[in-house]
């Protein structure tokens, strides 16, 4: 990116854009059954869109969605040797089949596999983080949880605005990293490149409060410019639809499906 790019993108990120509720959004949610919002950031025309404007700036826990920033943090700082650096697997039977393996961080991120990004919590040490976040805008910046697995459990929270604001400075190579930690990070949320977009995003699922709490956030780059999203589903424990998982997904691909056919229209 040339410079005239990085200052034009850095004037964007400070410029206030125009917001737009757009409960219409909110359609998407009751088709799947599940309770929740979606965030959308549009590129092109400088205007946030929400299907809930007041819970878009409501925080919580950013689950696996962490692991875009703390693969960042680990390839800066050295805890792990580059993305297909193998870690061994400790043994512990996990629910997941594909936790159980060795595996590296290209698997890890991936697979969500959390044993993983725990070692390199550990590896990095808790001062590490208490410099990068508040480098990063990260949410509440709150590391007061004392378990190895912040993100999961624990005060540390983010928004569905923070989650985005954070992409947008990822996608524009404006957060505090070697650029080209940022082009691998890139690469590894990269789930689909096709005629209609290339899509970016990192899913997150964890639970607190009684609540269970999903996540699917990242951007999809069009031919008409780039739309950034954080989808956050929620559901009571005991009450969890079983498409919950897949719906984090699906609600988001929905509803950027028909924001772009409404701009090629």
Not at 2 to 13: D, E, F, K, Q
Not at 112 to 138: I, K, N, Q, T
Not at 201 to 206: A, F, L, M, Q, S
Request: with cysteine; charged share 25%.
């Amino acid at each position: 990116m040339t410079r005239l790019a990085r200052a034009l993108c850095l004037l964007a990120l400070i410029a206030p854009a125009r917001l737009t509720a757009l409960p219409s959004l909110g359609s998407y949610f009751g088709d799947a059954g599940v309770e929740g919002s979606i965030a959308v950031y549009d590129e092109a025309a400088d205007t946030w869109l929400f299907s809930d404007d007041a819970d878009a700036s409501v925080r919580s826990l950013p689950a696996s969605t962490f692991k875009i920033l703390n693969s960042l943090i680990a390839l800066q700082e050295g805890a792990v040797g580059g993305t297909r650096e193998v870690l061994r697997w400790d043994g512990r039977h996990w629910p997941t089949p594909s936790w159980n393996a060795d595996t590296d961080m290209e698997g890890a991120f991936r697979n969500s596999v959390v044993w993983f990004y725990v070692e390199l919590s550990r590896r990095l040490g808790r001062d590490a983080y208490r410099r990068y976040l508040p480098a990063c805008g990260y949410g509440n910046c709150d590391l007061s949880e004392p378990g190895l697995d912040f993100w999961n459990f624990g005060e540390l929270g983010v928004s569905p605005r923070e989650q985005i604001e954070f992409l947008r400075r990822l996608r524009w190579d404006t957060l505090p990293f070697a650029r080209k930690n940022m082009e691998t990070v890139k690469s590894l949320m990269l789930l689909e490149r096709s005629e209609a977009w290339t899509l970016r995003g990192k899913t997150g699922w964890t639970t607190k409060g009684g609540r269970d709490i999903g996540w699917f956030v990242g951007w999809a780059e069009t031919r008409g410019g780039a739309y950034y999203f954080a989808t956050r589903i929620v559901a009571d424990d005991g009450r969890l639809p079983a498409n919950f998982a897949a719906s984090r997904r699906d609600i988001a691909e929905r509803a950027l499906r028909d924001l772009v056919a409404e701009r090629r229209d």
